[in-house]
């Protein structure tokens, strides 16, 4: 936790300091991939991979382009508005999904995300459909704090779940769901709000990442990486704390775009991939696993 | 007749969909995981495929049967990786499969170039028309050799001694190695079976559609789906969810028209799973 | 807890470090291509057209006194990385230009950097109209939508005279727009849309798209999608009794793999090209074999099609340079662009002028069908090589 907090603190930091415009554009990518990662992450604690994280990811980008761009509200409301969006969608998707475990949860929240793509690409009178958005109101100059003041808010939630029963009992319904509700602790309210919790996280995150690009289509938006991307990063940095999937995004998207993309323009997805099989074959913990000396470990979160 | 030719050709397509997840779903039976790079591997078998056919004048199906032996070998490393991979979770062993797609996908397009490809074959073009239908027999022969070869994977698992002991690893690897199970060994031989059926869809694959490095993904996504749908170890279940997918997708098209496809299909398996209650790794924790 | 922080520590060292490259006396241009990804193969085909045209100009001096710098960037198909790549080379690496762009989900963020720097972007094969309709003043482009509009819905309307319509699109922001544009201009052209469908690339199985088409009724199909989509629907579409007068492919069908692999079931198939060798603007057959000898000996192929959409964009930029830069000093992105506005050139893709919003003054794509394994152009007038065959389509029972 006190990591997380650390990292916080670093983000919050770099997204004050007069970067040059590429290098603050970075950021603020590498911001909104952690808060994604994060946000992942909080549902996992309850024993959920989730395999369809675009989707909120997705309807929280068009939420946000929509009413930037056709309602012409501020970015800054937008952005709250596509968090609320993606929650909203997360009811849907976590009444379908919820009930449902291992693999079979995986796979209903990736078919939801194929959904609400092949959704956002027909319904052509609100979305724009397959032509896609285009010159949408750019993300503010301090875009880079709502990847940190997200990752702040997400680190907070934990806080609250470490010291209150929620944490306890979602440990206990990932560990074993049937023993848990055997003792009395409601499982799926909690997943619930979990799951909207995490979803409207996600949503912030692509949110954001409507107004950083300034374009939008069904196809990217919805994009099978944007579900992918946070379960390698959460794995890469480690899932034992909230801390290593914020490093893993961030340590992942640096890596490659300071080091691999400028000198191997060509082979930088295969250093890229060697990258992530090398920390999964060396550390069993992931990043976070340096960090920690034998015997020093904590539990999870 | 348009409306019967749409539901034989989604049959056809259909069983091909089940080979094309039969090494999937073995996989992902004695590795506990989903291979996201699955379809690297059919990709794999693909390119095999055609380098046979360009320079030996290989058909389809020995294509499929030599790349079908060939990605069988990948069993020995898959299995080394999977053995270097400690506390092996769920998690952990899935970000592997995830680095081995990037991987393959990138070395495929430093040695094959990005260039779309197709297993040409004369015979392709020969038209049947039984009750004014026209089939294919290209996409027939993919038809016929993916259900062969789930038959024949089918009565592996049923009917022999190897074939229920690799079934009964794939359903509880613990309770198979108490009852002498070689656990190990039943774990090889499901990577080599699911590493050669990849292999064998390779070819096959390259016959039905164009071939380029980076169309892997959602072959994966098709396998994944079929899998969960169809159930682990059963390679009937395979083969019918692959029918009941191939015909959907079929008729949807032809009666409601391409642009709602994928949100039918995946609509259509929402509401399929709300039936299934209990994960296929009950008991195991998730990291 | 501090050495949780070290590899945090590690990203921001690495940021810190990463600064700009020494100077050096050249000028540099970035690229940002997909090399990787989805369209590997149309990014590395517009790749090679532009550092082809780069590598010929620093041989021959023609870039204005100092050699020319390619700064290559992948874009992996993903919008925030084509957003980072241009970011990179416009911000930090100090391009004076910036050139590639196949699909307009890539192109648009490029062009919202380019013109934040007020750093010229000559994007190589984007259509979106919305683009040019911002009032940008850094963002031009060698081809349009009206090329194809006018292409394919000329010949239908002045050749073919169709009964009827089929429009099948990839469910792209490109071509689900011409569709839009096609069917606007054939509804006031009196042909009728008889069907509209729209698919995800890389559909394995046509027969149930193409029961639609019968039962439709349509003698026309017009197939937005494509190179890989063409291939496996007119495979499938040689199957069958449709009753069938023409096949028209706008995208891709001039790539000869479709000749290739399809042999002779490609005979009598229609497609759209700018160029490609031997079909080349007319007045400029010599430069036009002089770029298909010089990218085979460099590449070790024939040229692909899209290859000339890089050249020519590369061409336009570098004369520019020469037009705006003394010797000295590489030019202001400011100077860039009035030059860039005043470039006129003819090249083997036609004449490449651009207007005040960047769309090409000219951007012609002519009509051509497969003929006894060659390309034939068949329309424009003007342009054609040979009459179109009609009804074009032989099926499976016909032979």
């Known amino acids: 936790m006190r990591g997380g907090w650390a990292l916080f603190g670093c983000a919050l930091a770099a997204s004050a300091l007069p970067w040059s415009p590429y290098h603050r554009s970075l950021l603020t990518t590498g911001l909104l991939l952690a808060l994604l990662t994060a946000s992942w992450h909080l549902l996992a604690l309850g024993g959920r991979l989730s395999f ?82 285009v010159g949408l109101p750019p993300l503010p100059p301090q875009g880079a704090l709502v990847g940190a003041g997200g990752i702040g808010a997400l680190l907070l939630v934990h806080t609250l779940l470490a010291r209150s029963r929620w944490g306890v009992a979602l440990a206990a319904i990932r560990q074993q769901q049937e023993r848990a509700e055997a003792l009395g602790v409601p499982s799926r309210p909690l997943l619930f709000a979990t799951l909207l919790t995490s979803a409207a996280f996600a949503g912030l995150s692509g949110a954001a990442y409507a107004h950083h690009v300034r374009s939008l289509e069904p196809a990217t938006a919805f994009s099978l990486l944007f579900s992918i991307l946070p379960l390698i990063m959460a794995l890469f940095g480690g899932t034992s704390s909230p801390a290593g999937p914020l490093l893993g995004a961030g340590v992942l998207y640096f890596l490659d775009e300071l080091l691999l993309q400028p000198r191997f323009p060509a082979g930088h997805q295969l250093l890229y991939a060697g990258a992530i099989l090398l920390v999964l074959l060396g550390l069993p913990e992931g990043l976070v696993g340096i960090a920690r000396r034998r015997g020093g470990g904590r539990g999870a979160s | 007749m348009p409306l019967l030719e749409a539901l034989l050709a989604g049959t056809a397509q259909g069983l091909f969909y089940g080979l094309l997840a039969a090494g999937f779903a073995i996989t992902f039976g004695v590795a506990r995981t989903f291979n996201l790079a699955h379809g690297e591997l059919v990709l794999l078998g693909a390119y095999a495929g055609l380098w046979l056919n360009a320079s030996l004048g290989a058909g389809p199906l020995t294509a499929a049967a030599v790349a079908g032996l060939a990605l069988a070998l990948w069993a020995w490393p898959a ?209 | ?100 762009g196949y699909v307009d989900s890539l192109v648009g963020p490029i062009s919202e950097v380019a013109e934040r720097y007020r750093t010229p972007y000559v994007a190589t094969a984007s259509l979106d109209e919305r683009l040019t309709h911002r009032g940008y003043r850094f963002f031009f482009r060698v081809s349009s939508l009206d ?83 063409h291939l496996v629907l007119v495979r499938q579409l040689r199957a069958r009794r449709l009753g069938l007068t023409a096949f028209l492919g706008t995208f891709g069908m001039e790539f000869p793999q479709v000749i290739q692999e399809l042999g002779p079931a490609s005979e009598g198939l229609f497609g759209t090209t700018a160029w490609q060798p031997g079909i080349t603007a007319p007045g400029t057959e010599e430069a036009s074999r002089a770029f298909t000898e010089d990218f085979r000996r460099r590449f070790g192929e024939p040229p692909p099609p899209l290859s000339m959409h890089g050249y020519a964009a590369a061409r336009a930029l570098l004369a520019a340079l020469r037009a705006a830069g003394g010797p000295a000093d590489p030019p202001t992105g400011e100077a860039l662009r009035d030059a860039l506005a005043r470039v006129d050139l003819r090249l083997p893709m036609g004449r490449v002028a651009f207007a005040e919003n960047g769309e090409p003054r000219e951007y012609r794509r002519v009509v051509i069908q497969i003929q006894g394994g060659r390309y034939v152009v068949v329309y424009p007038p003007d342009r054609a090589t040979g009459r179109a065959r009609l009804p074009a389509f032989q099926q499976e029972d016909g032979r």
């Open chain 2, 79 to 287: 299995q080394a990786l999977l053995s270097r991979i400690t506390p092996a979770s769920e998690l952990r062993v899935l970000t592997l499969t995830f680095g081995l797609s990037l991987l393959l996908q990138n070395l495929m397009l430093l040695s094959f170039s990005a260039d779309y490809r197709f297993l040409d074959w004369e015979r392709a073009e020969v038209v049947w028309r039984p009750l004014g239908v026209s089939l294919g027999a290209g996409r027939l022969t993919a038809a016929a050799a993916g259900a062969g070869l789930l038959l024949v994977l089918h009565l592996f698992l049923q009917r022999t001694r190897p074939g229920r002991a690799l079934r009964a690893t794939c359903q509880d690897a613990r309770a198979a190695g108490l009852m002498g199970i070689p656990v190990e060994r039943m774990q090889l031989l499901g990577l080599a079976l699911g590493g050669g059926l990849a292999g064998a869809a390779g070819p096959l694959l390259a016959t039905l559609q164009y071939v380029s490095p980076t169309v892997g993904p959602p072959l994966t996504v098709i396998a994944l789906t079929l899998t969960i749908a169809g159930g682990v170890g059963r390679a009937d279940g395979l083969a019918l969810a692959g029918v009941l997918f191939g015909i959907v997708e079929s008729l949807v098209v032809a009666l409601a028209g391409p642009a709602w496809r994928e949100a039918w299909l995946f609509g259509a398996l929402l509401l399929l799973l709300q039936g299934r209650r209990t994960g296929l790794l009950r008991g195991r924790r998730a990291s």
């Open chain 1, 52 to 133: 369809g994280h675009a989707a909120f990811f997705g309807v929280g980008a068009y939420a946000s382009a929509l009413l930037a761009s056709r309602a012409g509200l501020s970015v800054w409301v937008a952005l709250l508005g596509g968090a609320l969006a993606a929650a909203a969608a997360a009811i849907p998707v976590g009444a379908l999904s919820l009930h449902l475990r291992g693999p079979y949860f995986s796979l209903a929240t990736l078919a939801a995300a194929e959904v609400l793509r092949i959704l956002a690409a027909n319904w052509t009178s609100l979305t724009g459909g397959t032509w896609g958005l």
């Open chain 3, 147 to 229: 090329g194809y509009v006018q292409a394919t819905v000329g010949f239908l309307r002045e050749v073919v005279h169709p009964l009827g319509v089929a429009l099948l699109s990839a469910n792209t922001p490109g071509a689900s727009q011409l569709a839009h544009r096609q069917k606007e201009a054939l509804d006031a052209a009196g042909v009728p849309v008889l069907l509209d469908d729209r698919f995800t690339p890389g559909l394995r199985d046509f027969v149930p798209l193409l029961t639609r088409v019968q039962a439709a009724r349509a003698p026309v199909i017009v197939s937005n999608a494509f190179f890989g989509d």
């Open chain 3, 1 to 100: 807890m501090p050495r949780a922080l070290s590899p945090i520590l590690l990203a921001l060292i690495l940021l810190l470090v990463d600064r700009a490259a020494a100077a050096s006396p050249e000028v540099p241009i970035g690229a940002v291509n997909s090399l990787t990804g989805a369209f590997a193969a149309q990014g590395t085909a517009i790749h090679r057209g532009i550092l082809l045209a780069v590598e010929e100009a620093n041989a021959a001096g023609r870039s204005g006194g100092r050699p020319v710098r390619l700064l290559v960037q992948d874009d992996e198909g993903r919008p925030e990385r084509a957003l980072a790549a241009a970011e990179r080379l416009a911000g930090r690496d100090g391009a004076v230009a910036l050139i590639g």
